[in-house]
Nanobody, 126 residues
C-alpha cells in the first residue's frame, strides 16, 4: 500500500514558480511510476507528467513541456514537480498518484492509478 501527501501549492503571479512535493509511505513506492494530475474547475482531471520508478523516463503533456520538471528521490520517497513560467491556465488542484502498472510504463488514464494524494491547490493570477 502507498500513502501520498502533497504540499507546496499556493497563489503565484503569472510567470512565477512553485515547487510541489509528494511524500510517500509504503514499501512499493520505489517500484512504481508516479504521476502528477491536475483538475481545473469544470474540467476533466488530466495527467500532467509522469516519471518511471528509476527516474530515467519522463513524460509531459504538451502544454507544460519546457516549463514543468518532475523528479523523484527514492531514498526519501518523494516526487517533486517544479512549475515555472506559470500561466493562469495552470490553475488547478494538483494530485500525485501511483501507477498500478496495468499497461506500459505509464498511463494517461486516472483509472490506472490506484493511490492518490489529497491534492494541493495552485492558483496563478494574471
Amino acid at each position: 500500500q502507498v500513502q501520498l501527501v502533497e504540499s507546496g501549492g499556493g497563489l503565484v503571479q503569472a510567470g512565477g514558480s512553485l515547487r510541489l512535493s509528494c511524500a510517500a509511505s509504503g514499501r512499493t513506492f520505489t517500484t512504481r511510476t508516479m504521476g502528477w494530475f491536475r483538475q481545473a474547475p469544470a474540467k476533466e482531471r488530466e495527467l500532467v507528467t509522469a516519471i518511471s520508478w528509476s527516474g530515467r523516463s519522463t513524460w509531459y503533456t504538451d502544454s507544460v513541456k519546457g516549463r514543468f520538471t518532475i523528479s523523484r528521490d527514492n531514498a526519501k520517497k518523494t516526487v517533486n514537480l517544479q512549475l515555472s513560467s506559470l500561466k493562469p491556465e495552470d490553475t488547478a488542484v494538483y494530485y500525485c498518484a501511483a501507477y498500478s502498472g496495468s499497461s506500459g510504463w505509464f498511463s494517461g488514464s486516472q483509472k490506472d492509478y490506484d493511490y492518490w494524494g489529497q491534492g494541493t491547490q495552485v492558483t496563478v493570477s494574471s
